[in-house]
């Protein structure tokens, strides 16, 4: 990714950060602060051109004066610009160094949300395709006081994990297919008890309904908070894709025991790929 790109992911960063009303550290803003000297230096513009003396001997004078103005903003410009890629770095990194402790900073949020829409999911339908607006029974005011608070709560969730993606991006991308789930929810990790138990074909239709749901956040949000396999938290920088690599850890252990002719192989082949 080049520096320009870094420096717009963490420009958003800091944004979030401010609008989640998280401590923004000094070295953050110092370092955002260098940058603009630097930017604004390298911008020194020229300086206006002096009227033209009357006479020869003055505009001589005059002429010299303005070529060394001149080229001192030419050579401010140019030495402005070799600090450029310097304090765009130490700006990015700075803004690296706090994302941690903001993303750690939403975690209080985010779970006295997650807490809101589990209460009201168990007051909604069992059926996720009633909590739908469109086929609500808002007749039933149980139904509807709740389903107004999922609502209410899912969409300060959505803006909150929205705010932590902005804010993780300049640590580094979350990484491809189902990055939005593992950005807030964690599969447990394999082991070979689980894996010989075929536990996967309980774990695995999480990450389905999670893509049927595209969409429909509040069914989404209601189904993460009432399923029992996934334990939903804000991933940090890296995480999601250690969480996403769990995953494949699951997959790729269900494949080495079913190449095994014995359960006594399929156990070692599971052990020696879960141990490497």
């Given at each position: 990714?080049?520096v320009g790109?870094?420096?717009?992911?963490?420009?958003?960063?800091?944004?979030?950060a401010e609008?989640?009303?998280?401590?923004?550290?000094?070295?953050?803003?110092?370092?955002?602060?260098?940058?603009?000297?630097?930017?604004?230096?390298?911008?020194?513009?020229?300086?206006?051109?002096?009227?033209?003396?009357?006479?020869?001997?003055?505009?001589?004078?005059?002429?010299?004066?303005?070529?060394?103005?001149?080229?001192?903003?030419?050579?401010?410009?140019?030495?402005?610009?070799?600090?450029?890629?310097?304090?765009?770095?130490?700006?990015?990194?700075?803004?690296?160094?706090?994302?941690?402790?903001?993303?750690?900073?939403?975690?209080?949020?985010?779970?006295?949300?997650?807490?809101?829409?589990?209460?009201?999911?168990?007051?909604?339908?069992?059926?996720?395709?009633?909590?739908?607006?469109?086929?609500?029974?808002?007749?039933?005011?149980?139904?509807?006081?709740?389903?107004?608070?999922?609502?209410?709560?899912?969409?300060?969730?959505?803006?909150?994990?929205?705010?932590?993606?902005?804010?993780?991006?300049?640590?580094?991308?979350?990484?491809?297919?189902?990055?939005?789930?593992?950005?807030?929810?964690?599969?447990?990790?394999?082991?070979?008890?689980?894996?010989?138990?075929?536990?996967?074909?309980?774990?695995?239709?999480?990450?389905?309904?999670?893509?049927?749901?595209?969409?429909?956040?509040?069914?989404?949000?209601?189904?993460?908070?009432?399923?029992?396999?996934?334990?939903?938290?804000?991933?940090?920088?890296?995480?999601?894709?250690?969480?996403?690599?769990?995953?494949?850890?699951?997959?790729?252990?269900?494949?080495?025991?079913?190449?095994?002719n014995t359960?006594?192989?399929?156990?070692?082949?599971?052990?020696?790929?879960?141990?490497?």
């Amino acid at each position: 990714m080049s520096v320009g790109a870094n420096v717009s992911n963490a420009d958003k960063a800091v944004s979030a950060a401010e609008r989640r009303k998280l401590p923004v550290p000094d070295a953050v803003y110092e370092a955002q602060r260098l940058r603009t000297a630097v930017f604004e230096t390298g911008r020194t513009p020229d300086p206006e051109r002096p009227a033209l003396p009357d006479t020869a001997a003055e505009a001589a004078e005059v002429i010299r004066q303005h070529a060394e103005a001149l080229r001192l903003a030419d050579v401010t410009r140019r030495a402005a610009n070799l600090f450029s890629e310097e304090a765009d770095t130490r700006y990015v990194q700075a803004t690296i160094d706090a994302v941690p402790a903001w993303v750690a900073g939403l975690e209080k949020e985010f779970t006295a949300l997650v807490t809101t829409v589990r209460k009201a999911a168990a007051k909604l339908p069992e059926d996720l395709s009633r909590i739908d607006a469109r086929r609500m029974n808002w007749n039933n005011p149980v139904h509807t006081v709740a389903h107004e608070k999922a609502s209410g709560a899912v969409a300060q969730l959505e803006q909150l994990v929205s705010d932590r993606a902005d804010i993780a991006q300049v640590a580094g991308s979350d990484g491809g297919r189902d990055n939005a789930l593992y950005a807030v929810a964690a599969m447990p990790d394999p082991t070979t008890e689980r894996v010989m138990a075929e536990d996967w074909k309980q774990l695995s239709p999480a990450i389905s309904r999670w893509r049927e749901l595209r969409g429909q956040p509040v069914a989404r949000w209601v189904y993460l908070v009432r399923q029992q396999e996934l334990t939903l938290s804000l991933a940090t920088p890296g995480e999601v894709r250690q969480r996403s690599a769990v995953v494949e850890r699951w997959r790729d252990a269900g494949h080495a025991a079913r190449a095994a002719n014995t359960r006594k192989g399929a156990e070692a082949n599971v052990r020696e790929l879960l141990t490497a």
